[in-house]
């Protein structure tokens, strides 16, 4: 009676493990993504078949905004069809690229046997989380601000500083927040390159449209340069992800002036740069500033304070509406002289003489070698605003992992690129906002960076 007794309850158990798959011939061991913050996100999948399982693929997609198709997919090095399935992939974001803190990363395990015929597990989510904090937030609205270190009063203030930007940049320009924007804030900006792939040195924020989020280092005795940082950041956020397309032509001086401009006044240092280049007839084209910023620190710091005379004489003498219209055609993917000219009137050169004629400068027109000359793409660096100096970039990872600018022609700001992988190994399937479509990817992300030291006024 014992022997049967057992026997019975052997049978009852896979008759409940059966019960327990929604699969057929197919019972799910493990179906997990472990998460390593900041560098990788391991698929793992364990399962057993009652027929071969002769491929196994794994499809996954972020809540990032996207273009196309939304779905990656990678296949786990080294499988051999087996009735035992046991396979990882490693997402490696060394190789891939930067994930935000807060990213959704959903995934699923598409398996076929000898029969042909195919399964689709059901989709998982996992969320990229970083663990070594105790993080608390608060919201206001459709802003939701992470914090860890500092008082309540700290966050508060920060996310007020947030809503404030927010509705100013709607007044300015007529954009609002479509989806919610989460912003993580941690006590340093050491801290925040530590919890960044490919941070520089330097790095105080970043900015990732795409995925409606931010990340910025501010610690509490730095409240007044936070404050800053949090609009301009958010503006970045908002207009990247108001003029997102797959054909997108928005200028960088568009992008930058508006960032600057939601913080308020031009700062003096900068103030004193812009008139000098002014009496000095040393300024920077309306087509060079929609190139990324020069490599020589003055001239990208000319840029930036150009960047923001450019959005107020356009803000000023034509209104929001206007600028409203602009970004509308710019995310509809029309060429900078297109957009131009059919909201304000004038093209880029026709811009550039009305806007020189608007703060006092020497008027001139240029060939068409100077024409030629001011499309090269320049290196992009540093560049100072309000006492924190703000790099424009493009971390995209080579062999030797250290970003590489891209051309900013490709989206509206900055962006890098990788390569979808359907093949073996760990390779970059693209980043945790990428696209498959038909084996290519269409990515992008802002990554504007700001220093902590302040300038001495």
Request: charged share 20%; with cysteine.
């Amino acid at each position: 009676m014992k022997s049967a007794h057992i026997s019975l309850a052997g049978i009852a158990m896979v008759a409940a493990a059966a019960l327990a798959s929604p699969y057929p011939n197919v019972v799910v061991h493990t179906n997990e993504a472990r998460v390593e913050f900041p560098q990788s996100i391991t698929f793992q999948l364990e399962l057993s078949s009652e027929v071969t399982i002769r491929s196994v693929e794994l499809e996954f997609r972020t809540d990032a905004m996207t273009c196309g198709q939304s779905v990656s997919k990678a296949i786990p090095e080294n499988f051999v069809p087996t009735s035992e399935v046991d396979v990882e992939w490693e997402w490696n974001l060394r190789r891939a690229g930067v994930l935000p803190p807060g990213t959704v990363i959903w995934w699923r395990w598409v398996l076929e046997d000898a029969n042909g015929d195919i399964t689709e597990l059901d989709e998982q989510s996992v969320v990229f989380e970083d663990p070594n904090f105790t993080w608390q937030h608060i919201e206001d609205g459709n802003l939701v601000l992470f914090w860890y270190s500092g008082s309540k009063d700290f966050a508060q203030r920060l996310l007020d500083a947030g809503r404030q930007g927010v509705d100013q940049l709607e007044l300015m320009t007529g954009v609002q927040v479509e989806r919610p924007v989460q912003i993580y804030i941690y006590d340093s900006p050491e801290s925040m390159q530590a919890a960044t792939l490919f941070s520089p040195e330097w790095g105080g924020g970043l900015a990732f449209p795409r995925h409606s989020k931010v990340i910025i280092g501010i610690s509490p005795s730095e409240l007044s340069w936070g404050i800053g940082a949090v609009k301009h950041e958010l503006s970045h956020v908002l207009i990247g992800y108001y003029t997102f397309s797959c054909v997108n032509s928005t200028p960088i001086w568009v992008d930058e002036g508006l960032a600057m401009y939601s913080e308020g006044e031009l700062d003096p240092y900068s103030q004193d740069l812009l008139q000098s280049a002014i009496d000095q007839d040393n300024l920077l084209s309306t087509r060079e500033l929609g190139q990324i910023f020069s490599e020589s620190p003055d001239l990208a710091r000319l840029a930036y304070a150009e960047s923001y005379s450019l959005v107020s004489f356009l803000l000023e003498d034509f209104g929001s509406d206007a600028m409203l219209n602009v970004l509308t055609k710019f995310k509809q993917g029309a060429s900078v002289d297109r957009a131009l000219e059919s909201v304000y009137g004038f093209d880029r050169d026709g811009l550039d003489a009305a806007w020189r004629a608007w703060v006092g400068a020497q008027v001139h027109e240029m060939s068409a070698g100077e024409i030629a000359e001011a499309t090269v793409t320049i290196v992009p660096t540093l560049a100072p605003i309000t006492g924190p100096v703000l790099l424009t970039t493009t971390p995209s990872v080579p062999e030797e992992a250290k970003p590489t600018p891209t051309a900013p022609e490709a989206t509206a700001t900055l962006s890098y690129s990788s390569p979808a992988t359907s093949g073996s190994g760990s390779g970059s399937p693209g980043l945790a906002w990428i696209l498959i479509p038909a084996g290519i990817i269409v990515v992008g992300i802002i990554l504007f960076a700001y220093t902590r030291s302040r300038a001495s006024k």
